[in-house]
């Protein structure tokens, strides 16, 4: 039985998730134990099996969100959806490897991570190059995050580094135990979290490592998010989703485990931040998708009674204007946690000039001396 903590079961599905992700307000949620893609429109009270053009029986093993276009990760390759879901395209030539772990889009440049390395689609998907120079042979992946110019791959091997858009990649792993399998990597500002057995911290890009774990009890990390400067990890074993508030020095229990002494696996698989609400994918005898509000944890949306800061227009199409009255930082994250921008401001007025991002929904969090804000933006 899972001891649910503050969270809250929404009405299915009821099969194993392992990945979702968030698309203009839906949640799309995919089961790699060939039940395919599940819907929801309305914050998880129902969902609906979305799988027309998909192979009979797909495992799909993660799932992104770029423009327009949903992407899915799947063991027969890629496959992407420009109308919400309801049909399915198979994206996959010149993949060689059609066993795909993890789907990441950087702007206009999409990366596979497979069973035998990273690919590069620069075309939407519809070609795939092989960028593995510097990687073992045969490297799992099971982790992409990017930072502006670096691109960070969580393998079998540990965490390899590329500043050449994956033309080249070296291991950074300098603290992190031998062969250590990388299964989630969030980025926080300069602040790089990499989730294996515990949660490890880099704040030199990778240069060393160190571990992150006080208050952590179970082993495994397999998924990480971030909401300003809130950081959770999900884990395996008997479960758990922890939180930290402090860059991962103490960990803070919120719930979704097993009790003690109950010997049965419980992975937290995927998590993923929609507006003010928290959802993670798991895998256990009681699958299925759970939420969590972070108003309830003390962390806040940007809203109209929000006095220090005021951001417009939105939806916007090229420049974004904040304002707050005092001095702050800002980032604009991608729905996976991803830093796409960060900038400090003086007190007053800012323009950001946001013309180069894909269409889409992005998150933008400013942290100012005593509280962090966080709203959720449309680039048109």
């Avoid at 968030?22 to 819907?39: C, M, Q, T, V, W």
């Avoid at 091997?157 to 500043?163: C, I, M, P, W």
């Avoid at 050449?164 to 992190?176: C, D, K, M, V």
Wanted: glycine residues 10%; hydrophobic residues 40%; charged residues 10%.
């Amino acid at each position: 039985m899972v001891i649910p903590g503050l969270w809250q079961a929404t009405n299915g599905p009821n099969k194993s998730i392992s990945s979702l992700t968030i698309h203009d307000n839906n949640i799309f949620a995919a089961s790699s134990l060939g039940y395919g893609i599940y819907l929801s429109s309305n914050n998880g009270s129902s969902w609906t099996q979305v799988n027309n053009g998909l192979p009979s029986f797909p495992l799909v093993n993660s799932l992104t969100s770029s423009g327009n276009n949903i992407l899915a990760g799947t063991n027969h390759g890629v496959y992407l959806s420009s109308n919400n879901g309801n049909t399915w395209t198979a994206k996959n030539s010149g993949l060689i490897d059609t066993n795909v772990a993890v789907i990441v889009t950087n702007g206009n440049n999409i990366f596979a991570g497979t069973n035998k390395g990273i690919y590069l689609s620069s075309d939407s998907c519809n070609s795939w190059t092989a960028v593995n120079n510097g990687l073992p042979i045969n490297i799992n992946v099971y982790a992409i995050a990017i930072n502006g110019n670096n691109i960070f791959a969580g393998t079998n091997k540990g965490v390899y580094l590329s500043s050449n858009n994956g033309n080249n990649w070296i291991a950074i792993n300098n603290g992190l135990p031998a062969n250590m399998t990388v299964f989630a990597i969030a980025i926080s500002g300069n602040n790089i979290f990499a989730g294996a057995d515990y949660v490890y911290l880099s704040s030199n890009n990778g240069s060393s490592w160190i571990a992150a774990n006080t208050g952590m009890q179970n082993f495994g990390v397999l998924s990480l998010a971030i909401s300003g400067n809130n950081i959770f990890a999900g884990v395996g074993a008997y479960g758990g989703v922890y939180l930290s508030s402090d860059n991962g020095n103490s960990w803070t229990l919120t719930g979704l485990t097993y009790p003690a002494g109950l010997f049965v696996d419980l992975h937290i698989n995927a998590l993923a931040i929609n507006g003010d609400t928290i959802f993670a994918g798991i895998d256990d005898s009681n699958p299925g998708v759970w939420k969590l509000s972070l108003a309830g944890l003390g962390i806040t949306e940007i809203s109209d009674k929000e006095s220090f800061v005021t951001v417009y227009p939105n939806p916007v199409k090229d420049n974004l204007t904040v304002e707050s009255m005092q001095k702050s930082t800002i980032e604009i994250l991608n729905v996976q946690g991803q830093t796409i921008l960060r900038q400090t401001t003086e007190q007053g007025k800012t323009d950001i000039d946001i013309s180069r991002l894909t269409k889409g929904i992005y998150i933008l969090r400013l942290n100012s001396s005593d509280k962090t804000a966080v709203t959720k933006i449309v680039k048109e």
